[in-house]
């Protein structure tokens, strides 16, 4: 059955700074999915990654997927204080439709 | 845009009783699912639903919970008797559908309904 891991599972920044997000996963489903969720508040669909090396970039977040790795990573430039929130990976059921979520990464970007 | 929209935002229940949650997905998507979480872990799904019936549910998603489809708009979880371990934010969710590739397509959340039981 697939798991996904991720880490850190805390991550306090400086404004300006550079940090990556990695997401682990234990099956080969290979479809990987970005949350987003601020406090209190629903899921936002971040980014979708459907193949090996496949790179997507929103504003200051960019997330690629290694499936020979089974590794996906979220990427921060230049952190703002906007981008304060849990970051949540996911990855899709090998024969079904549901997905399988991490613990989530909080982030706090410090002025 | 299109959203998914749940009511209530928050219930309050007591221990035994039954509740439902409702969902209203986006208008023309096919797939349906809910997805729990209980304060300060992870998301946990539930339960998948497509052309009237599961399609998927998970272990959490027993004899005490059930689906449903009461008409074109709205889709609904119910729980039977409610345990002080129910409470947890319960999220809604659909996509599309149609592409034939499930896979492809993002799975857009509701903003969640937060059950407590008491």
């Known amino acids: 059955e697939l798991k996904v891991e991720q880490n850190p599972l805390f991550l306090s920044m400086q404004e300006g700074k550079n940090y990556t997000i990695y997401c682990n996963y234990s099956?080969?489903?290979?479809?990987l999915y970005w949350y987003r969720q601020d406090p209190g508040k629903s899921l936002e669909s971040l980014f979708v990654?459907?193949?090996?090396?496949a790179v997507k970039q929103e504003g200051r977040l960019m997330a690629s997927l290694d499936t020979k790795a089974r590794l996906s990573t979220l990427h921060i430039t230049a952190a703002v204080h906007d981008l304060s929130a849990t970051y949540f990976c996911?990855?899709?059921?090998?024969?079904?439709?549901?997905?399988?979520f991490g613990a989530g990464t909080i982030l706090r970007v410090k002025s | 845009e299109p959203e998914v929209t749940q009511t209530p935002s928050h219930q309050v229940t007591q221990m035994g009783q039954e509740v439902i949650l409702r969902c209203v997905p986006i208008s023309n998507h096919l797939y349906f699912y809910w997805y729990r979480q209980i304060l300060g872990q992870k998301v946990e799904f539930l339960v998948s639903f497509y052309n009237n019936e599961i399609s998927e549910k998970s272990e959490i998603f027993d004899d005490q919970f059930s689906v449903e489809r009461p008409d074109g708009s709205n889709f609904t979880l119910k729980i039977r008797s409610t345990k002080l371990e129910d409470s947890a934010m319960y999220f809604c969710a659909s996509s599309d559908g149609t592409s034939g590739r499930f896979w492809q397509e993002t799975q857009y959340f509701g903003p969640g309904t937060r059950l407590l039981v008491l």
């Open positions: 990654l459907l193949s090996n090396g």
């Open positions: 099956t080969t489903s290979d479809r």
């Open positions: 996911a990855g899709l059921s090998e024969y079904g439709n549901k997905l399988v």
